[in-house]
C-alpha cells in the first residue's frame, strides 16, 4: 500500500513571503499522481496543484508551484506571496495510474495546518 | 455548474443509533466516493463506486457501514449501529469516469458526526 508523510504538523509564515510545505511518499509503481489539496474551516477540499509522474517539469499554478522529486519520492509545495486566504489544512494526495480505467481513489497524508500572519 | 452536495452538514447522535448521510455528485461523473476523515487526520476510502457498482469498498467496516447509489447517480452512506470511533467528517467526491477528467475529484462540504 502506497503512504504518504507530511512531516510538518503546523506552518507559519508572514504575508507575502514564501512558504514551503514537505510532502514524502512511499510507492513500488512507476505511474501515479500527486496532489496538493487545501481545506480551509468550511471543510471544502479543493484541489491546489497536480503533478503526473510521467512528467519531469514541475507543475505551477499561479503563486503555487511544487518541487517533485521522483527518485527522492518527494514532492513539496511552494507558496509564494502567500496571503491572508491561503491560511488553512493542505493535505498531500497520492493516486495510483494503474490499472483501473475509472481510476483510484487518493491516499491523502495528515495534513499541515498553514497560518498565515500580517 | 453546481457542485457536490451533500446533507445534513451536521448530525449529532447518541452511540448505538443509527445515522444515514446523503450525497448528490456533479451531473456526469460515474465515479463516487465516500471519505471518512477523522479529526487530525487526511480523509480516508471508506467506499468507491462505479455508476451503481462497487469498485472498492475493502476498508469500509461491513458489519456497521453500508452504502448504496442506486440508479448510479445519489448515494447514501449508513452507520447502525454508530460507535463513539465514528465520529467524523464524512466527506462524498466524484469524478469522471476515465481519461484525464479523472484525475481531478470534486468534493462536497462534509458531514460533521457527533457520536455521543
Known amino acids: 500500500a502506497q503512504t504518504v508523510t507530511q512531516s510538518q504538523p503546523e506552518m507559519s509564515v508572514q504575508e507575502a513571503e514564501t512558504v514551503t510545505l514537505s510532502c514524502t511518499y512511499d510507492?513500488?509503481?512507476?505511474?501515479?499522481?500527486l496532489f496538493w489539496y487545501k481545506q480551509p474551516p468550511s471543510r471544502q477540499m479543493i484541489l491546489v496543484i497536480r503533478?503526473?509522474?510521467?512528467?519531469?517539469q514541475n507543475a505551477t499554478e499561479n503563486r503555487f508551484s511544487v518541487n517533485f522529486q521522483k527518485a527522492a519520492k518527494s514532492f513539496s509545495l511552494k507558496i509564494s506571496d502567500s496571503q491572508l486566504g491561503d491560511a488553512a489544512m493542505y493535505f498531500c494526495?497520492?493516486?495510483?495510474?494503474?490499472?483501473?480505467?475509472?481510476?483510484?481513489?487518493?491516499?491523502f497524508g495528515k495534513g499541515t495546518s498553514l497560518l498565515v500572519t500580517p | 455548474e453546481a457542485g457536490v452536495a451533500q446533507s445534513p452538514r451536521y448530525k449529532i447522535i447518541e452511540k448505538r443509533q443509527s445515522v444515514a448521510f446523503w450525497c448528490n455528485p456533479i451531473s456526469g461523473h460515474a465515479t463516487l466516493y465516500w471519505y471518512q476523515q477523522i479529526l487530525g487526520q487526511g480523509p480516508k476510502l471508506l467506499i468507491q463506486?462505479?455508476?451503481?457498482?462497487?469498485?472498492?469498498d475493502s476498508q469500509l467496516p461491513k458489519d456497521r457501514f453500508s452504502a448504496e447509489r442506486l440508479k448510479g447517480v445519489d448515494s447514501t452512506l449508513k452507520i447502525q449501529p454508530a460507535k463513539l470511533e465514528d465520529s467524523a467528517v464524512y466527506l462524498c467526491?466524484?469524478?469522471?469516469?476515465?481519461?484525464?477528467?479523472?484525475?481531478?475529484?470534486?468534493f462536497g462540504p462534509g458531514t460533521r458526526l457527533t457520536v455521543t
Open positions: 503533478q503526473e509522474a510521467y512528467k519531469q
Open positions: 467526491a466524484s469524478s469522471l469516469a476515465g481519461g484525464q477528467g479523472a484525475n481531478e475529484q470534486y
Open positions: 510507492t513500488s509503481e512507476s505511474d501515479y499522481y
Open positions: 463506486f462505479q455508476n451503481n457498482g462497487v469498485v472498492d
Open positions: 494526495a497520492y493516486r495510483s495510474a494503474v490499472g483501473l480505467l475509472w481510476g483510484y481513489a487518493l491516499n
